[in-house]
């Protein structure tokens, strides 16, 4: 399977991440990705950007050595509601917006009340793409994840590095996890989630759990470019509709 986008990426500006955007693109450039996503942490988690980065981000150019790049975020959910933790005006003119639960941002909860956080943010019209559900510091009802995921059309991450660091569980979470995106037929990305430019584009331990479980390559968005930019044109001509 040829996974040529690859949408979770950080760079210096995340604080905890050591590559710049150009490292990350050559890096991509020489792996095959055709398209990067730069999604710093959103600023509600020490050391992530403020508000001033991401308004800036228009200045980027659109390729670095042949590489697509869409500037966005992997913004925080901060309460039970799913609150996430940047504007409105600043979501609206991102290119991507990932979304996910991080310790440090949102106080934690019983599995009902991650759950509700995750999936009010997964309606929210500025989210395009939700993030490492299966990570094991949060207790979640995965089976409503992914049948949400499959309702709203909305694609949900298996994220390489959880897997890579097999932290607690996080390879029986995300097994768990791709079953359901198996049994529903919800939209499935396979992130990165670099933290330095040696991993961009290393989907290496997601692609081994997605066959092992038979996520069929067709379920997988970001195969192609084409279907990313597609599905992210779409995605925001209907937030116009609804909001
Ligand atoms: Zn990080
Ligand atoms: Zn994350």
Not at 76 to 94: A, Q, V
Request: hydrophobic share 35%.
């Amino acid at each position: 399977m040829d996974i040529k986008v690859d949408l979770h990426t950080h760079t210096v500006s995340s604080g905890h991440a050591y590559s710049t955007l150009s490292e990350n693109a050559l890096a991509a450039s020489r792996k095959g990705i055709e398209l990067l996503g730069m999604t710093d942490h959103g600023p509600s988690m020490p050391g992530a950007p403020q508000l001033y980065h991401f308004g800036n981000l228009s200045i980027l150019p659109e390729d670095l050595y042949g590489v697509r790049i869409l500037p966005g975020v992997e913004a925080n959910i901060t309460n039970y509601d799913g609150r996430l933790d940047i504007p409105i005006e600043y979501l609206s003119r991102m290119k991507l917006v990932l979304v996910g639960l991080h310790e440090i941002c949102y106080p934690g909860g019983t599995s009902e009340q991650n759950t509700k956080a995750y999936t009010r943010a997964m309606r929210n019209p500025y989210t395009d793409m939700m993030v490492h559900p299966g990570r094991p510091q949060f207790d979640m009802d995965l089976e409503l994840i992914a049948h949400m995921s499959a309702q709203l059309n909305v694609p949900v991450e298996i994220n390489n590095s959880s897997l890579a660091k097999e932290k607690r569980g996080a390879w029986d979470n995300c097994r768990r996890f791709a079953r359901y995106m198996v049994q529903y037929k919800g939209p499935v990305i396979l992130g990165s989630d670099a933290h330095f430019w040696d991993r961009v584009g290393d989907f290496s331990h997601a692609l081994e759990l997605i066959h092992e479980v038979g996520v069929q390559e067709h379920q997988i968005l970001n195969t192609s470019p084409e279907r990313v930019l597609e599905y992210l044109a779409t995605r925001r001509k209907n937030r116009l509709r609804i909001t």
